[in-house]
């Protein structure tokens, strides 16, 4: 069974600074997709950045990156220049290639604070 | 519209009661799912329609009663629930299998069992 960790239950980042969230997975497969979900408290779960495992290539959506390792099956987001709005909870999601996509697994997530 | 529409946004009930949650979405998405999330937890799944059809039940208790009338509307009937059932209650839609397209969620729907 795939599993997904978050390593950091709380994060807190200064207004404007880079800030790093961890995570790690395990699979047996080799194709697959991860996501990095954000929960305001609004409680929508609101997608960020996605990666396909075959693509090589880390995505980038603006201010917000990941850097994916397959082989240390690590999917880290870096958030740049932070804004007091990215403060939330986040939580990173892995589903299998093929699958419905909405059948994520997600890690525990990490409450990111952000001090102006 | 990208939206997905959940009502009622809170709903506090007895153990006795009977209630339902309902989900919209207009996006002719053909996938609907419903998760639980308890406090400072991800969500969990608990159910995935496809096509109108229930794909996937995830040993969810019979209390909890899911049915898709249409590709538009989710429902979720609850009956007897126990005060442990307390949670926030998310739906989502999506396209359907395969691809990277993600699922959308909704606002969720916040249940108090008394």
């Known amino acids: ?116 | 519209d990208t939206e997905v529409t959940q009502t009622p946004k809170h709903l506090v009930m007895g153990m006795t009661n009977k209630k339902s949650l309902k989900c919209e979405q207009h996006m002719g998405h053909r996938a609907m799912y419903w998760y639980k999330q308890k406090a400072k937890k991800p969500p969990e799944l608990m159910f995935v329609y496809s096509y109108e059809k229930l794909s996937i039940n995830e040993s969810v208790p019979s209390r909890f009663s899911p049915e898709c009338p249409n590709s538009s509307l989710l429902n979720l009937h609850l009956h007897a629930l126990q005060p442990e059932d307390s949670a926030l209650y998310l739906c989502a839609s999506s396209p359907g299998r395969g691809g990277v397209t993600e699922a959308f969620f909704g606002q969720g729907t916040r249940l108090t069992v008394v």
Not at chain 1, 4 to 29: F, G, I, K, R
Not at chain 1, 47 to 60: D, F, G, H, S, W
């Open chain 1, 1 to 116: 069974a795939q599993t997904v960790t978050q390593s950091q239950p709380e994060m807190s980042v200064q207004e404007a600074e880079t800030v790093t969230l961890s995570c790690t997975y395990d699979t047996s497969e080799s194709d697959y997709y991860l996501f990095w979900y954000k929960q305001p408290p609004s409680r929508q779960m609101i997608l960020v950045i996605r990666q396909e495992a075959y693509k090589q290539q880390n995505a980038t959506e603006n201010r917000f990156s990941v850097n994916f390792q397959k082989a240390a099956k690590s999917f880290s987001l870096k958030i740049s220049d932070s804004q007091l709005g990215d403060a939330a909870m986040y939580f990173c999601a892995y589903r299998n290639y093929g699958g419905s996509q909405g059948n994520l697994i997600f890690g525990k997530g990490t409450k990111l604070s952000v001090k102006p």
